[in-house]
């Protein structure tokens, strides 16, 4: 099957600084990747739709300044955590979206455990 | 109003018995796509099985099965001959339409007792 990998898989950060993570795509193309944030013991919320070459499309209530997204190439998007506060501690997954497969079906990252403290 | 319900937050099952784990969905696009995923505590998420709306047969992929119920508006996994290594959460998620985008149930936690 498809693989989606993600870099670092946990990253402990002081208050204030800023933090990235790597979503790639290993052996397809992505035109379209998508970043997703999960609390414990919750649900995954998506944040923001990554698109190749442009700029990311964010959800409601997701501060754009504070989450910044970059798809620079069809295998490789980025997260960047700007000015993190311990609020932002949660596990941050990225998916991949195989165009080939006819059902739209999204291939996860194993995610990123952020802690910032 | 929530597209994807999972009622039951946990659920028990004896090794090698089975177990149904509920989904219902809301919408009104005729075209939707419905995904299982399991969540072990390492936090990947593994793709399980899809059933699309338009599908005549219900899905299967070795020990899990969906339960699709269009008039219902339901989507239940069947895990047969359940595994100690099924003990993970699960998520039900829908795709709606041309959107590529999904949205999660809250998820149910299985835990399978040797």
């Known amino acids: 099957g498809a693989v989606v990998s993600q870099h670092p898989s946990w990253v402990i950060c002081k208050s204030g600084t800023s933090v990235k993570i790597e979503c790639r795509s290993l052996?397809?193309?992505?035109?379209?990747m998508f970043w997703y944030r999960q609390f414990p013991k919750q649900s995954l919320m998506l944040m923001a739709t990554?698109?190749?070459?442009?700029?990311?499309?964010?959800e409601q209530g997701v501060e754009k300044d504070k989450f910044l997204i970059n798809h620079a190439s069809l295998t490789l998007s980025t997260l960047t955590v700007t000015s993190a506060h311990p609020e932002d501690s949660s596990f941050y997954i990225c998916?991949?979206?195989?165009?080939?497969?006819?059902?739209?079906?999204?291939?996860f990252g194993p995610g990123t455990r952020l802690t910032v403290t | 109003a929530q597209k994807i319900t999972q009622t039951q937050p946990g659920m028990f099952v004896q090794e090698k018995e089975a177990v149904t784990l509920d989904c219902t969905y809301d919408t009104s696009d005729p075209s939707y796509g419905l995904f299982w995923y399991k969540q072990p505590s390492s936090g990947e998420m593994i793709f399980l099985i899809y059933q699309g709306s338009y599908d005549q047969q219900n899905a299967t992929e070795g020990r899990y099965s969906l339960n699709f119920q269009k008039a219902r508006k339901s989507a239940n996994l069947v895990i047969s001959a359940s595994q100690l290594g099924d003990s993970a959460m699960y998520f039900c998620?829908?795709?709606?339409?041309?959107?590529?985008?999904?949205?999660f149930g809250k998820g149910t936690k299985l835990t399978v007792n040797p």
């Open positions: 998620a829908m795709r709606e339409g041309g959107s590529e985008k999904l949205v």
């Open positions: 052996d397809f193309q992505a035109t379209t």
């Open positions: 990554s698109n190749e070459g442009s700029k990311a499309t964010y």
């Open positions: 998916s991949a979206l195989n165009p080939v497969v006819g059902n739209y079906e999204q291939y």
